[in-house]
């Protein structure tokens, strides 16, 4: 089976965040790595735009988190708590997240992508330029890296795509470098 179709049969072919029935696709729920069952889930248009887009959020859409927050999936979990802590100056988010528990994992996965923090506690990366980094951005090298536990070399000019942010540290940031998964120090990289 695929994965979209365990995804139809666990939510019964709807939104598993606000039940919509239409236009209905995958949603890895980011940082993860292996995505599958447990790292994603079926999400509408409406719920996908406004999770990756927060400029587009409509407070009023999110109600729906009143249910949703209760499912015993753990991406479902994680994404209402994600959405109540971004919308939580509302007040009725702020009720919710109170009523809401989640194992000691699934919140450290929740707080991954520091939503819900205030901007003074957020960890933000930095390139050698000062130009703040995305998940998902790419960065060149800026010098000749020696990977630490092999006898690679990642050469000066490498674009290293598609990097993950390291959540704990903001001098560390992840990608593949020939096919291997590193952590790099920001200060040898610039965004392109």
């Not at 599958?36 to 407070?59: F, K, R, Y």
């Not at 971004?86 to 809401?100: I, N, S, V």
Request: proline share 2%.
């Amino acid at each position: 089976m695929s994965l979209l179709q365990d995804l139809q049969n666990r939510s019964g072919n709807t939104c598993e965040l606000c039940t919509a029935t239409t236009n209905l696709k995958i949603y890895e729920v980011p940082p993860t790595s292996a995505g599958g069952v447990d790292g994603s889930l079926l999400a509408c248009d409406t719920c996908i735009d406004q999770i990756e887009n927060p400029s587009t959020t409509d407070s009023n859409h999110w109600r729906c988190l009143n249910d949703s927050m209760w499912s015993e999936h753990r991406a479902v979990q994680v994404v209402a708590w994600r959405l109540l802590s971004r919308l939580k100056a509302e007040g009725w988010p702020q009720d919710l997240l109170d009523m809401l528990y989640l194992d000691d994992d699934t919140l450290a996965f929740a707080k991954a992508t520091n939503e819900g923090l205030d901007d003074s506690e957020k960890i933000i990366h930095r390139d050698v330029n000062g130009v703040i980094l995305e998940t998902g951005d790419s960065v060149v090298l800026v010098k000749d890296l020696k990977v630490k536990g092999s006898s690679m070399v990642a050469k000066q000019g490498t674009a290293v795509r598609n990097i993950r942010l390291d959540h704990e540290n903001a001098e560390y940031i992840e990608g593949k470098v020939d096919g291997q998964q590193i952590v790099i120090i920001t200060k040898y990289v610039k965004k392109s």
